[in-house]
């Protein structure tokens, strides 16, 4: 009996190397797989923020455009160069502090809310995606 426990021993030593070695492997292939996806998503990330930077200046030019158009109209009708920036200044304002209370509107939970209820264990406050909309 024990020649036959000898006996298999490097083959179990052997499998065992075998396993970890295979592991090793493994692990290594699902870092480089984590690591080619981190990097794909920065590069999605950095076209979504440049498209995003040059999405913003073309739509300040358009609303300059549009207040400068104002402008030129008003001053067409006879009004006088205070006025018509003073208009064009009013709306500025006015579109200001609605944009303002909207985004005031849109952080009235703290970030990573949902992950902090779930921590805390706080499975009431826990909202079902369909009941959201």
């Known amino acids: ?4 426990n000898v006996a298999t021993s490097p083959s179990v030593a052997r499998l065992a190397r075998g396993l970890l070695r295979q592991s090793r492997a493994l692990s290594a292939d699902y870092l480089l797989l984590a690591v080619l996806d981190a990097r794909s998503a920065a590069v999605k990330f950095a076209w979504l923020l440049c498209s995003g930077v040059v999405a913003a200046i073309l739509l ?3 609303w300059l455009a549009l207040v400068a ?3 030129v109209w008003m001053r067409g009708t006879g009004a ?7 208009v064009a200044a009013s709306i500025n304002l006015v579109s200001a502090g609605l944009l303002a209370l909207w985004m005031r ?5 703290p970030p990573f809310a949902a992950t902090l209820r779930q921590l805390r264990g706080d499975d009431s406050a826990i909202v079902a995606p369909e009941a959201r909309s």
């Open 105 to 109: 509107g849109l952080f009235n939970e």
């Open 80 to 86: 006088s160069w205070v006025l018509a920036l003073g």
């Open 60 to 62: 300040v030019t358009a």
């Open 69 to 71: 158009g104002g402008i």
């Open 1 to 4: 009996m024990l020649r036959e």
